[in-house]
C-alpha cells in the first residue's frame, strides 16, 4: 500500500470507525489544498543532506496542522478533495427515491449527523446487547456470544489491518496454498490501544497513557450506571494486558513462515484449549468450514486459555465496556467527550473532527461502492482511465526489462518472476462489477440499527464467498479512498480513482513528473508482488517457494542491507524506525522508484523526446512531493510502533539508492545522504 495511515484509535478498533465529534472542525481550504501542490523547494537545503527538506521545505515551514488533524500534506488534501465530492454525492442521494439504493447513502448520512435524535436515544439502543452480557451464566455462553460477535473487520496481506476490538478477527480471502477456493483466516484480536506495545511497553509514557485509557473506561461505566466503576476498569486493563502479553509483534505478523497455519475443526480444541470452539463456530455461522488459516496460533492459544481461566465477570465488564466503545459515535455525545482526551494522548489531536467529516467517512465504509459508482461518473474520464492503463503497461515492460537485467537471478527463477508479472491483473479507477446493496436496510433515523446492520451486512457479505468461484477482480478498496494496493493472493493491484488526482497525476503535466509521481506508486504497488511477503506468492496467488536456494539468499541479503539503512533514522531520541518491520513497504518504494525511472525514459523516448538532467531532477522532485506531508510527534510514535510503513520523510530518502540521483542532484561524500555505490541497495 502507498497509504499514509493518521488513525485514529476509533478507527483502528472499529472498522467501519463510528466516532463522534463534539464541536466544528475546520476541513483544509481550498488555499491550503493549492498550496500543498504547489513547489515548494528549499535553497537553502543541500539535496544530499536531506532531499525531503530540500524539495518540501518552504511548504513545511508554512504548514499548519488544524487541531482536529494528526497531520497535513498531499494525501490529506487529496483526501479533502475526495470528502468534498462524496458529500456532493450524499447531497444528491438524498433527494433520491425512498427505498432505493441511491437513496441509501444520504439515509445513511442523515440518520448518522443527527446528534439531536442520538443523545435522545440515550443508551436504550445498546441495552439490549449489556442485557444480553449480563445473561451469559457459564463459559459456554460466553464462547458463543464471542462467536456471535465475531465480524470481517481484519486484513492481514491486502489492508495489513490487523487490529480490532474483538477477541478474534476474521477475514475470508483465498487460502495460501488454495488460491482457487476461499478460505477463513482467524487472527489475534481483543485490545482497545493500538497494538500490544502499549500494553508491554513500561515507559513513563506509556504508563501515563494506560492509565488514561483506564480513566476512559471507567468513566464509561459510570456514564452506563454500572456499578463500581473504577474496580470494573481496573479489571478491563488487566484483562487486555494479558491478551497482550500472547499477541504477535508486528514483523511476526508479517512472516510467512509463522503465520502458515492450516488447522481443521478437530484441531481447535487441542491446539488452543479453553474456548468452547464448537460454540464459537456455530454461533459465528463457520461451523461447516472444513479448512481454517490461524495467522497467530500463539494467541489464539493464548487467548483461549484466558476464556478457562479468568473469572466470567471480569469478562462481562470487558465485554461491557467494548460493546459501548465500539458503538460511540451512534450514542450519546457525552461518551465521545469521556473518550476524547485519550484519543489526544495517542494521536495528539486538541481537537475533534467535524461530525459531517466522521459522517461521511462512515457513510463511505456502509456503502462505499454505492458512492463510488456515482464519483467514478464525475471525477474519472476514460481519457485519464486510458492514460494511467499506459503508464502501468509502461512500468510492468519496465519492471520486466530490470528482471531480466539481473546478473544474479537464475534461469529458474527469472522465468517464475516474468511469468507473475505477466499475470498481474491490473485494476484503474473503479472495480469491473459494483456490489449490491440491496439487502442492507438503512433508515434515516436509526443511526445505532444502521451501524449494526452495515457491519453484520459486511459479514455475511464475507461469508458468502465461500464455495464460490474466487473473483480475482474484486476491490479491496473504495474508488474514492486516496490509497492504493497489492493483492498477492490475487495476483492483482488496484489503483483507486481518487488517488489519480493531482499532483498524484496531472493529464497536462510532463512524463518526468507524471512518472515520479504516480508513476512510482504504479511501481510500487507492482513491486510489492516481489516484496519479502510479495516475493513468498507465485503467478497464481499460491504461497510456493519458486526460488533457487542462492537467489532465495542473495534478494534476503539485500533486504537485510536495507532494513539496517531504515534502521539508522531515528526521529526521537529513544525511538528509531524499525527497518524489519517497514522492510516490505520499503522494497516497493526502492524497485517501484527504479522501474518508474526507468518507464519515464522509456515514455519519453517513445516520443522521440531525450531525457536529460532537467528532466532527471523533475522526475525525483515530483517523486519527493508525493510525500509531502508533516505529523504531530504523537501519531509519528504511533506509527513507527504499530504501522508496516515508515514516515514519509525517511521514504523521500530512497532515492539515495539511485545512481542518477547523484547525478541530477550532484550529491557528493561528506553529505548526509551520500552512499558509496557499494552501499546503494539495489535488489530489482
Known amino acids: ?201 513500561n515507559s513513563a509514557d506509556m504508563k501515563k497513557l494506560r492509565q488514561t485509557y483506564q480513566q476512559y473506561i471507567a468513566g464509561v461505566f459510570r456514564y452506563a450506571g454500572i456499578a463500581d466503576a473504577d474496580k470494573a ?44 470452539w464448537q460454540a464459537f463456530m456455530q454461533a459465528a455461522g463457520l461451523d461447516q468450514q472444513p479448512e481454517w488459516i490461524i495467522w497467530h496460533p500463539g494467541a489464539l492459544k493464548h487467548s483461549a486459555g484466558l476464556v478457562a ?30 473518550y476524547f482526551p485519550l ?29 463510488g459508482k456515482l464519483y467514478v461518473a464525475e471525477h474519472f474520464s476514460p481519457q485519464a482511465k486510458q492514460k494511467i492503463r499506459q503508464m502501468v503497461d509502461d512500468l510492468l515492460q519496465a519492471f520486466a526489462g530490470r528482471v531480466e537485467r539481473l546478473s544474479w537471478m537464475s534461469a529458474a527463477t527469472r522465468s517464475e518472476a516474468l511469468a507473475k508479472l505477466k499475470n498481474t491483473y491490473v485494476g484503474v479507477g473503479y472495480p469491473d462489477q459494483w456490489r449490491d446493496y440491496s439487502a442492507l436496510d438503512v433508515k434515516a433515523d436509526d443511526a445505532y440499527g444502521n451501524a449494526v446492520r452495515a457491519e453484520r451486512w459486511q459479514y455475511q457479505y464475507a461469508l458468502s464467498k465461500f464455495g464460490k468461484p474466487v473473483d480475482r477482480t474484486e476491490w479491496c478498496m473504495n474508488p474514492q479512498l486516496v490509497n492504493a494496493v497489492n493483492m498477492p493472493l490475487q495476483n492483482a493491484v488496484n489503483f483507486p480513482a481518487a488517488f489519480l488526482q493531482t499532483p498524484n497525476f496531472d493529464p497536462e503535466a510532463s512524463d518526468a513528473v507524471n512518472y515520479g509521481a504516480i508513476g512510482a506508486t504504479i511501481g510500487h504497488e507492482i513491486s510489492h508482488s516481489f516484496d519479502n511477503t510479495g516475493a513468498m506468492f507465485d503467478a497464481k496467488g499460491a504461497l510456493r517457494n519458486w526460488w533457487t536456494a542462492a537467489d532465495l539468499a542473495h534478494f534476503r541479503q539485500a533486504g537485510k542491507a536495507l532494513a539496517r539503512q531504515f534502521d539508522g533514522y531515528k526521529p526521537f531520541p529513544d525511538l528509531a524506525v524499525k527497518g524489519q518491520q517497514t522492510l516490505g513497504e520499503n522494497i516497493a518504494d526502492l524497485a517501484g522508484l527504479q522501474a518508474a525511472f526507468d518507464a519515464y525514459r522509456m515514455a519519453m523516448q517513445r516520443k522521440g523526446q531525450t531525457p536529460d538532467a532537467q528532466s532527471d531532477r523533475a522526475f525525483f522532485l515530483s517523486y519527493a512531493k508525493s510525500f509531502r506531508g508533516v505529523i504531530r510527534d504523537e501519531t509519528l510514535r504511533k506509527i513507527i510502533l504499530t504501522n508496516e510503513h515508515a514516515p514519509e520523510q525517511f521514504r523521500v530518502q530512497t532515492v539515495r539508492n539511485l545512481d542518477a540521483w547523484y547525478d541530477a542532484f550532484d550529491v557528493k561524500p561528506g553529505q548526509s545522504l551520500y552512499l558509496t555505490p557499494a552501499q546503494r541497495v539495489r535488489i530489482w
Not at 238 to 260: C, F, N, P, T, Y
Not at 310 to 338: G, K
Not at 347 to 353: D, K, L, T, Y
Open 309 to 338: 481461566s479468568v473469572p466470567l465477570e471480569s469478562w462481562q465488564d470487558y465485554l461491557r465496556f467494548h460493546a459501548i466503545h465500539h458503538r460511540m459515535m451512534v450514542l450519546p455525545q457525552a461518551l465521545f467527550d469521556l
Open 1 to 201: 500500500m502507498r497509504s499514509q495511515h493518521r488513525l485514529s484509535i476509533i478507527a483502528a478498533a472499529c472498522w467501519l470507525a463510528w466516532t463522534a465529534a463534539p464541536v466544528q472542525a475546520r476541513d483544509m481550504t481550498p488555499e491550503q489544498i493549492r498550496a500543498v501542490k504547489a513547489d515548494a523547494t528549499d535553497a537553502t537545503v543541500v539535496p544530499g543532506n536531506d532531499f525531503n527538506r530540500y524539495a518540501n521545505g518552504v511548504w513545511m515551514k508554512q504548514a499548519v496542522i488544524e487541531p482536529s488533524k494528526a497531520g497535513t500534506g498531499v494525501f490529506d488534501a487529496l483526501a479533502e478533495e475526495s470528502d468534498q465530492a462524496v458529500k456532493k454525492i450524499i447531497q444528491k442521494s438524498m433527494l433520491a427515491q425512498a427505498g432505493t439504493a441511491e437513496r441509501k447513502p444520504g439515509d445513511f448520512f442523515t440518520a448518522y449527523a443527527d446528534v439531536k435524535t442520538i443523545n435522545q436515544l440515550g443508551m436504550a439502543p445498546v441495552q439490549p446487547q449489556l442485557a444480553e452480557i449480563t445473561a451469559l451464566k457459564d463459559k459456554q455462553a460466553l464462547a458463543a456470544y464471542l462467536g456471535k460477535y465475531l465480524r470481517a473487520d481484519v486484513d492481514p496481506i491486502n489492508a495489513t489491518q490487523m487490529h480490532t476490538t474483538h477477541l478474534f478477527g476474521l477475514w475470508v480471502s483465498q487460502g495460501l496454498h488454495k488460491p482457487d477456493q476461499y478460505q477463513p483466516y482467524l487472527l489475534q484480536g481483543g485490545l482497545g490501544l493500538p497494538d500490544r506495545e502499549y500494553y508491554v511497553t
Open 233 to 276: 476498569a481496573a479489571r478491563v486493563l488487566a484483562l487486555e494486558m494479558q491478551i497482550a502479553r500472547g499477541h504477535a509483534k508486528r514483523e511476526e505478523s508479517s512472516d510467512m513462515k509463522k503465520v502458515d497455519n492450516s488447522w481443521r475443526g478437530a484441531d481447535f480444541a487441542p491446539k488452543a484449549p479453553g474456548l468452547d
Open 343 to 371: 484519543e489526544k494522548a495517542l494521536s495528539g489531536v486538541s481537537q475533534p473532527e467535524s461530525r459531517e467529516k466522521y459522517a461521511i467517512g462512515a457513510t463511505n465504509d456502509a456503502l462505499g461502492e454505492e458512492i
